[in-house]
């Protein structure tokens, strides 16, 4: 609930600093702030896709370990850790909803198939799947 509610508040903000395009950074460090913030906006919309910090890094002009080192700054978890709990989370709504199969769920939230899903999503939440969908 904790790690939800950080992920609702870092969305928002993303949303507030995205639209003040005409603000240029004057620090280095500022400049790395606004790019991982855009990042995570960029991760929250292209969960589907493979996403890694190397990924991410060289998309935003940084090194994998830049990248990582800032994006743990600003986020206090890794690049890997946000895309995770994003992921779980939005797999938590489509199982709810009950209208997609676990491979079309998996797919949709970027894992690489239902078994991978599975896995990360016992690891992360302590349910399978299917526990969570009938809960629901």
Not at 2 to 28: T, W
Request: hydrophobic share 35%; glycine share 4%; charged share 30%.
């Amino acid at each position: 609930m904790k790690n939800a509610k950080m992920l609702e508040i870092i969305g928002l903000l993303s949303k507030k600093m995205s639209q003040r395009k005409s603000v240029r950074p004057k620090v280095k460090n500022d400049l790395y702030t606004v790019s991982i913030i855009d990042s995570m906006e960029y991760i929250r919309k292209n969960l589907s896709l493979n996403l890694s910090a190397l990924k991410l890094g060289k998309l935003y002009n940084m090194s994998e370990s830049t990248f990582a080192r800032h994006f743990y700054k600003l986020c206090s978890q890794t690049p890997y850790e946000y895309i995770m709990n994003l992921r779980i989370e939005k797999s938590k709504q489509l199982l709810s909803d009950g209208k997609l199969t676990m491979s079309a769920i998996a797919n949709e939230c970027g894992f690489y198939d239902g078994a991978h899903f599975t896995r990360c999503f016992e690891k992360y939440t302590k349910k399978k799947p299917s526990e969570y969908k009938n809960i629901k």
